[in-house]
């Protein structure tokens, strides 16, 4: 029996435009875009957006090492509950992605998730930033994507040789841009809100030097560079100069820094210790003009749970890190300001794009192309209730924030994984 269902009634969106047809999907693809299509199963999507599902470039699925914080199973459930058919799964997991065989494992683990789950290989044997990791085997098993991510790689000539190594296998590197030595024991923004709250700070500059380091590495050595979690005013006037240079760097910013600041932490509340940390109104301001412009190609969640007895120590001695993968898009639509489209491209293709998964992620919703999608009713208002959230963990910083815009199904190669906002395994 053909498996063949209806997207009836939407406002297809995706990279090549925006029109009103239904979808049919028939055994995983789609087969016809267009009016007054039929199909025995029909998913309603009336007053609603269908489109290309979204990618994370930047979700820690903790597995293996961290299952009481997450596993590939629960993250990928928040993920399609989020709008995600495809995540790329953070390396700095026990033991870390650092070899085929780890990255066997997570591939295996994704296997039977409600998305699909692309590991991220180490740059760095254990991300310890001493030797690098033996990418060409994690690239021959189809990883694309590259990071210490938790830390940045300190040593230039590493970093240098690592960009020239993966320049060769025609993969990505990704950055988590932070000098260790300036960043120190901070455990916030330095500024203003640091000092009043006595907490030691992280300077903007912190970030700042290992982007401007590695824009001159993308330089030295004409190899790609992907910015991780960007959130400084300077960092992001840097990418758009380098970018208007034509060096191939790409870069990403989360919701959470582009919706909070550092004065979030006068609770002393660690939900809001995070890696970068939460900046100023300037910063804030900056990173969302660098997404209405292009200068920041993706919004990347860096979804990092804990569970909950970790994020009740004091703020100073809490691990960094928020949820992210159920809220994004709500936050993004309720704050940005921009049209759903541009949304969406920040959301979706352009993420496939740097992901390498494009093709397979992030559209069109056409004829012949994987039926990987999401259909959002852009309207929709909820609250967020941290109980109600499918991550094993519940360091949501958006507790009791009214949103707009909820994903009401989602499907993976044709299966719907989520129907009326219901994940169906
Ligand atoms: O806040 C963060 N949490 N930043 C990181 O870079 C790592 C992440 C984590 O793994 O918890």
Known sequence: MPREL???????????????????????????VGDGLEAKTVLDAAGCVVAPGLVDLHAHLREPGKEEAETVETGARAAALGGYTAVVAMPNTEPAIDSAG?????????ATACCDVYPAGAITVGRAGEQLA???EMAA????????????????????????????????????CEDDALAANGVMHEGEWSSRLGLPGVPAEAEELMVMRDIALARLTGASVHFLHLSTAGAVAMVGAAKAQGLPVTAEATPHHFTLTDAE????????????????????????????????????????????????APFDQAPPGMLGLETALALALSELELPIEQVLALLSWNPARIAGITGAHGGPVAEGFPANLCVIDPAATWVV???????????????????????????LRGEPVVIDSEAQR
């Not at 590259?146 to 060769?168: I, P």
């Not at 006068?266 to 997404?291: E, H, I, K, M, Q």
């Open 385 to 411: 209730e941290p109980d109600q959230l499918a991550s094993r963990s519940r360091n949501t910083p958006y507790a009791g924030r009214k949103l707009t815009g909820k994903v009401r199904h989602t499907l």
């Open 134 to 136: 033996p990418m060409a």
């Open 6 to 32: 209806l997207i009836r009634g939407g406002t297809v969106v995706d990279g090549t435009g925006t029109r009103q047809a239904d979808v049919l999907v028939r055994d995983g693809i789609v087969t016809a």
């Open 141 to 176: 098993l189809g990883v694309r994507l590259f990071t210490d991510d938790g830390s940045g790689v300190q040593d230039s000539r590493l970093m240098r040789r690592a960009l020239e190594y993966a320049s060769g296998l025609g993969v990505t590197l990704g950055q988590h």
């Open 265 to 312: 932490c006068a609770s002393y509340d660690a939900v809001f210790r995070v890696n970068p940390p939460l900046r100023t109104d300037l910063d804030v301001a900056a990173v969302r003009a660098g997404l209405a412009n292009g200068v920041i190609d993706a919004i990347a969640t860096d979804h990092a749970p804990h569970p909950p007895e970790a994020k009740e």
């Open 102 to 110: 780890v990255v066997r494992e997570v591939m295996e683990l994704g």
